[in-house]
């Protein structure tokens, strides 16, 4: 390894201590989406003693923060933390580990600052990725203009180099009908809630002839209010998700198409409520994960081929389909632990997180270095970039 890489271990390992309380911290203190005030305060208060230039709020978000070190005319860098909670079940998506991985590579990479060639390293806080699209909001504002690769870590059972995500769009269907008793007077009625009915059995059937990685799935939010009353109102919310975004849109129009069948067969007018934060899919960049895992593995981790069955989906897909980005995945926990669980949460606080955490703060900064030093590199990953659809 490298005199420079060395220097960057030694950051990371000296500051390891610090970030585990930090980790623990904003594992113990559990915030949703776009309430972060805690963690976003915490990280940004690191960032800026550990010498990075911090603004907080950024984009019109809150809880949004961008930390800088500038050295100069060159190309941009960013690096990625999460740091919101689920609802009930705390830190089981470890974002904790996520946040002060970033801010770990962050860290070490301003404690080497001198060594650094010319370029810019951002360390962006990214609010609300449970569902709120927090990197779609900071797409928007701009905040990743002009960066010219991009990198987090998730927390996993496993490391794995590349994991494949769904685009996710949401979509809600509201039918509207006519009111009449149950009994004595049927006829008189338009059952809203038939036309739900009708769009979830289209939904199943349509389901039979989707790719395998497709996903479509639903609830009722509204069925009506007694059931001596012809339902006048009633309404659906559907989740569409599939690993390419043309072929998400095309099964979007399809669901939709099936909820305005429902309202056609049985006499209801349908509103349909788009939901304008859809998550993309994560497109692949082997140039950029090859620096990564040349890291990784020099540090000593092992990789384990990605599962094709167990797909989520993430607002990082959005910033992957704008600029060459990855987002590996660390071990955190132990074998088997499946994400979104309570022992997920445990291990998101354990010895193994904190491992977990300060190999991938070493490996992202000696990356963002590798980066920053060759400079055939970001040609050869934005080239790689451009080719891939
Ligand atoms: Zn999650
Ligand atoms: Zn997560």
């Known amino acids: 390894m490298s005199h420079d890489k060395d220097m ?41 003693a550990q010498g990075l230039e911090v603004a907080r709020g950024v984009a019109g978000v809150d809880t949004a923060f961008l930390g800088t070190i500038d050295n100069g005319e060159g190309p941009t860098i960013a690096i990625m933390c999460e ?37 810019r390293i951002l360390v962006v806080g990214t609010p609300a990725e449970e569902g709120g699209g927090g990197k779609v909001r900071l797409i928007r504002g701009g905040v990743f203009r002009g960066v010219d690769a991009a990198m987090m870590v998730h927390g996993w059972d496993r490391w794995i180099g590349h994991q494949d995500l769904l685009g996710i769009v949401r979509v809600g269907f509201e039918f509207s009908g006519k009111a009449a008793h149950a009994s004595a007077s049927p006829w008189e009625g338009v059952n809203a809630l038939d036309a739900v009915i009708q769009t979830f059995n289209a939904v199943s059937m ?11 799935h639903g609830i009722i939010t509204h069925g009506g ?15 569409v998700r599939a690993p390419r975004l043309d072929d998400m849109w095309v099964l979007h129009k399809r669901v939709i198409a099936c909820a305005e069948g429902a309202a056609r067969a049985t006499g209801t007018t349908l509103k349909t409520v788009e939901h304008d934060n859809a998550y993309e899919p994560m497109k692949r960049v082997q140039a950029l994960l090859d620096v990564y895992r040349a890291n990784l593995l ?7 081929p990605a599962p094709s069955d167990r797909l989520g989906s993430s607002d990082v897909g959005n910033v992957s389909q704008v600029l060459p980005t990855i987002q590996p995945l660390v071990k955190i926990a132990p074998e088997g632990t499946p994400v979104h669980s309570r022992a997920f949460e445990a291990a998101a606080a354990s010895p193994l997180a904190r491992e977990g955490m300060v190999t991938a703060a070493k490996a992202m900064a000696m990356t963002a270095l590798d980066l920053l030093t060759d400079p055939e590199l970001l040609p050869k990953i934005r080239r790689e970039f451009e080719a891939t659809r």
């Open 298 to 304: 020099a540090l000593g981790p092992v990789e384990s």
């Open 225 to 239: 209010a007694a059931a001596n009353i012809i339902p006048e109102f009633a309404a659906a919310m559907f989740y």
């Open 206 to 216: 349509l389901r039979q002839q989707v790719r395998p990685q497709a996903r479509i």
């Open 83 to 119: 740091y919101d909670a689920l609802p009930g079940i705390g830190h089981a998506c470890g974002h904790n580990v996520i946040a002060t991985a970033g801010a770990g590579a962050g860290a070490a990479l301003a404690a080497v600052r001198d060594l650094l060639p010319k370029g």
């Open 8 to 48: 960057i271990g030694h950051a990371v390992d000296r500051l390891a201590d610090d970030l585990e309380r930090l980790s623990h911290r904003i594992h113990q203190h559990p915030e949703l989406g776009y309430q972060e005030v805690k963690a976003a305060g915490w990280l940004a208060e690191f960032l800026e």
